[in-house]
């Protein structure tokens, strides 16, 4: 009897496109790592016969997975920490302006608005303390929920310059 394995290549694709339909199911990414580490023990284990190398190969990829999406989640929040940051910096004293941003993957987007409420300058640079919302769905009148923070100018240009909350304050934007 000949068993044959599945190309590397096409098993890397089928399990990256298992963990995005999984992703994309799911309320968030959060749970991911510990689908692909089940997915990929007992795959390991069926075809090695050994649960033990099953169990190993399981919980080292439920870690990189949860270390990947970690790292994916920082970055889309980033961008919209530098939208806000951006549209705070551009706006004056008491002026309203919207703020954007859509992903090419349809996660972690979002919009609203920003106010700025204040100008102050301090030894290192000139910053602007802003409300902003962050709108809960694309209909006009959906819920918004405000939010304060505080976006400084950089060489470079405004930059988020609120610290991080220990705990969930304005959800997917943490």
């Known amino acids: 009897m000949t068993v044959r394995l599945m190309n590397p290549a096409a098993l890397r694709l089928a399990l990256l496109a298992a963990v995005a339909a999984a992703c994309a199911a799911m309320s968030g990414c959060a749970?991911?790592?510990?689908?692909?580490?089940?997915?990929?023990?007992?795959?390991?284990?069926?075809?090695?016969?050994?649960?033990?190398?099953?169990?190993?190969?399981?919980?080292?990829?439920?870690?990189?997975t949860d270390e990947a999406v970690k790292r994916v989640s920082k970055s889309l929040h980033t961008d919209q920490q530098?939208?806000?940051?951006?549209?705070?910096?551009?706006?004056?004293?008491?002026?309203?302006?919207?703020?954007?941003?859509?992903?090419?993957?349809?996660?972690?987007?979002?919009?609203?608005?920003?106010?700025?409420?204040?100008?102050?300058?301090n030894a290192l640079a000139?910053?602007?303390?802003?409300?902003?919302?962050?709108?809960d769905?694309?209909?006009?009148?959906?819920?918004?929920?405000?939010?304060?923070a505080t976006t400084c100018k950089q060489s470079e240009g405004w930059k988020w310059a609120s610290a991080e909350p220990a705990v969930e304050r304005w959800g997917t934007l943490q």
């Open 126 to 135: 000139s910053c602007k303390e802003f409300a902003f919302s962050v709108a």
């Open 31 to 64: 749970s991911i790592g510990a689908a692909a580490g089940a997915v990929a023990g007992v795959a390991t284990g069926a075809v090695t016969t050994n649960p033990a190398i099953g169990f190993g190969v399981g919980i080292a990829v439920q870690a990189a």
């Open 82 to 121: 530098m939208a806000i940051a951006a549209t705070a910096g551009d706006s004056a004293v008491g002026e309203t302006r919207p703020w954007k941003v859509k992903h090419t993957l349809p996660i972690e987007n979002g919009h609203g608005d920003v106010r700025v409420l204040r100008v102050f300058d």
């Open 137 to 148: 769905g694309d209909e006009p009148n959906a819920h918004a929920d405000w939010f304060l």
